[in-house]
């Protein structure tokens, strides 16, 4: 245990990840008894990752990841209302139900989306980072993305360009050693993720993800290093998710044995049991914590089934920039096949 400890802060991670792993339930449950559409790919499991950095860094620090992003929006602060309002499409939700589960947004958080082309939000978390450092802030882009991300090609130029001018960003590869059902083993030639940094000469770390702590404190490190000194962390978090890549992932690639294995390293079975050996919480409030947050997950389903769907009248809306002095009017815009494509009306 480290030498001061701050139990207010020490449950709240607690309390944080239990937040993601009952939400996460209660969303698959939903979603198999098709009340959700589309897909839906769970934290489950991963939940030290994003409560940990979270708990390294500040609330105005950008925040930006791929689709399984529930749990990171629910670690910023996003309420499970909104949350869990958006899986079903509803107007209530974060992305005004127009994003659905892989698209979860909270401005107001600096939570800059959840983005579902694997590795194209690369980019733009460098972007965020290059935007504090042009405006001479001190802010940092927390930049996730799962071990299938690597070999994207915008992975590779988002992170020569980060090393290169030197941006204050951290690149964080959530390592379930899987990716969509290939093992890391299988599909990286160089075995070490943690090594690509060396490509960009770029500074490293493995951490382990299973452990809150250790992934709070590694990367409070590393955050207030490039506070001081602006540069991109190349981080692996070295992880395991208990359930498909999505739910519609039987995950016959794993055994059953090899699951189960991973589920004796579970972060909040672990935490948990650290925080009563070392007085900081009872068995009893552990239960009466879980019971609350059970409750407030099904308060949530309940918030979003009685939500309304988003007006069919709005449909288009966002589509185009509007109420910009900047923005050329439809008379200049050429014809595409003799529609006018910002005009043309369409049925629904």
Not at 3 to 25: G, Q, W
Not at 126 to 137: L, S
Not at 189 to 210: F, P, Q, T
Not at 221 to 229: G, L, N, S, Y
Request: proline residues 4%; aromatic residues 10%.
């Amino acid at each position: 245990m480290s030498k001061k400890v701050n139990k207010e802060a020490e449950l709240k991670m607690l309390y944080d990840m239990l937040v993601i792993r009952r939400f996460e339930e209660k969303a698959q449950q939903q979603y198999q008894m098709q009340k959700i559409g589309g897909f839906l790919h769970l934290y489950i499991g991963q939940e030290a990752v994003a409560v940990g950095s979270v708990a390294a860094t500040r609330p105005d620090d950008y925040m930006i990841t791929a689709y399984r992003d529930h749990g990171h929006a629910l670690a910023r602060g996003m309420g499970m209302n909104e949350a869990m309002a958006e899986i079903f499409g509803k107007a209530t939700g974060c992305s005004k139900g127009l994003g659905g589960s892989m698209h979860y947004f909270d401005k107001a958080r600096n939570m800059m989306g959840g983005h579902a082309i694997v590795g194209g939000h690369v980019p733009l978390g460098a972007g965020f980072a290059f935007a504090a450092r042009y405006r001479g802030e001190d802010r940092i882009s927390l930049c996730y993305m799962g071990d299938g991300a690597i070999n994207i090609g915008a992975f590779h130029e988002a992170l020569n360009m980060a090393a290169l001018w030197r941006l204050p960003a951290i690149f964080i590869c959530e390592n379930n050693q899987f990716a969509m059902g290939t093992a890391a083993t299988r599909s990286n030639h160089l075995k070490e993720i943690a090594d690509r940094g060396a490509g960009y000469n770029m500074k490293s770390v493995v951490i382990d993800g299973m452990d809150v702590r250790e992934v709070r404190d590694k990367i409070a490190e590393i955050a207030t290093a490039i506070r001081k000194e602006p540069e991109p962390y190349w981080v692996e978090c070295r992880t395991y998710r208990y359930r498909g890549h999505s739910m519609s992932d039987p995950g016959t690639y794993r055994t059953k044995e090899e699951l189960e294995k991973h589920k004796k390293d579970d972060p909040i079975t672990n935490f948990s049991s650290v925080l009563i050996k070392e007085g900081l919480l009872t068995d009893e409030e552990f239960k009466k914590m879980d019971a609350e947050i059970k409750a407030l997950a099904s308060e949530s389903v309940k918030f979003a089934e009685s939500s309304p769907d988003p007006d069919v009248a709005k449909l288009h809306d966002y589509t185009f920039v509007e109420n910009d002095p900047n923005y050329q009017p439809i008379a200049t815009t050429p014809d595409v096949r003799g529609q006018n494509p910002f005009s043309c009306t369409f049925s629904v």
